[in-house]
């Protein structure tokens, strides 16, 4: 039995990506075999696929997520049938990941996930809703008080985290670069009362009222301006790099963090995303209340079109591959 998987042999441009036929995989005791039903695509794959994680070996089957329908698991945790979604636990880096027909992830980095919603939507979320979720309550320790400012208020992490926080009572304004109708609209839909252009210095457009959390997604390039934003014992959590730039260039500690300011990051893991209440985050997605930022939808022998609409930031939102 053979599945059409997405392989890697070497880094580079999206075109090193290679569509061909594997061995499905057989699960060990601690595995369930999942019939990938859908996978989103994550910066964390586009920078190994690019390169920069020299950790990960070559070939490989990408994809840190994955979701579908159990096909297989020994140890009897799930029954052929379930839906369930998986991420994260070497998935993709350590062992082949969700960017193939069939995977075979660890069962206890699996969650049985209960809903109808289209698996285009299901794909989306697993480590989108992961990272949002983490970020906001491990890290910031959001309270429903709390006025949040999310830079890089249109990354579908950003949209996920701005209407999770609206619905928890928090006042939301969020970043972007982009002036225009559509753009406030999807900002306004996710749960964003606030609507601040991002030039670079947005701490002095915010100077007269500060934040006491914000979700840094731009990253170094825009950290030092996000530090200014936030009052006094107010928290900066840094969880995305969209600006690509890994590094921040002469930093100094006691000159760039204003006084009583905390800054942290947020890199969830595997018991993150089992620890993500998904289910109850489906609810609200089913419900309306938590829109799901999609923005484009490709089939696994469009992979490398996938890549290149990620590196090029056209996507405005999620992308998601669908096998079927």
């Not at 006025?147 to 304004?173: H, W």
């Amino acid at each position: 039995m053979s599945m059409k998987a997405v392989v890697i042999y070497e880094a580079g441009p999206p075109s090193v990506l290679k569509v061909e036929s594997r061995p499905i995989p057989t699960p060990a005791e601690d595995e369930v075999l999942i019939r990938v039903k859908a996978f989103g695509l994550n910066r964390s794959e586009m920078f190994t696929r690019q390169g920069h994680s020299p950790n990960v070996p070559f070939p490989r089957v990408l994809g840190i997520e994955a979701v579908g329908i159990v096909e297989k698991c020994p140890s009897g945790k799930f029954k052929p049938g379930d839906k369930v979604a998986s991420a994260m636990g070497g998935m993709g880096r350590d062992f082949d990941g969700g960017y193939a027909e069939y995977t075979s992830p660890k069962a206890k980095n699996t969650q049985l996930i209960e809903t109808n919603l289209d698996w285009s939507v299901i794909g989306a979320v697993p480590e989108m809703l992961q990272t949002s979720y983490g970020s906001l309550f491990k890290a910031l320790k959001l309270q429903p008080t709390d006025r949040l400012l999310v830079r890089g208020g249109t990354t579908s992490v950003g949209l996920a985290a701005a209407a999770i926080a609206k619905n928890y009572g928090c006042f939301v304004a969020g970043t972007t670069r982009q002036s225009s109708q559509a753009t406030a609209d999807l900002m306004h839909k996710s749960g964003i009362e606030q609507i601040i252009i991002d030039d670079g210095n947005v701490a002095e457009k915010v100077k007269d009222k500060k934040f006491d959390k914000l979700l840094e997604l731009v990253g170094t390039t825009t950290l030092r301006d996000s530090l200014k934003c936030v009052v006094g014992g107010g928290i900066v959590c840094m969880t995305g790099i969209v600006g690509n730039s890994w590094a921040l260039k002469d930093f100094s500690p006691m000159g760039d963090i204003p006084h009583t300011v905390c800054l942290t990051d947020y890199d969830g893991g595997p018991q993150e995303f089992m620890e993500t209440p998904l289910n109850d985050l489906l609810k609200q997605v089913e419900a309306g209340t938590l829109p799901v930022g999609i923005g484009k939808i490709f089939h696994i022998d469009q992979i490398v079109e996938a890549h290149e609409t990620q590196e090029k930031n056209l996507a405005r939102g999620k992308i998601v591959v669908l096998t079927e």
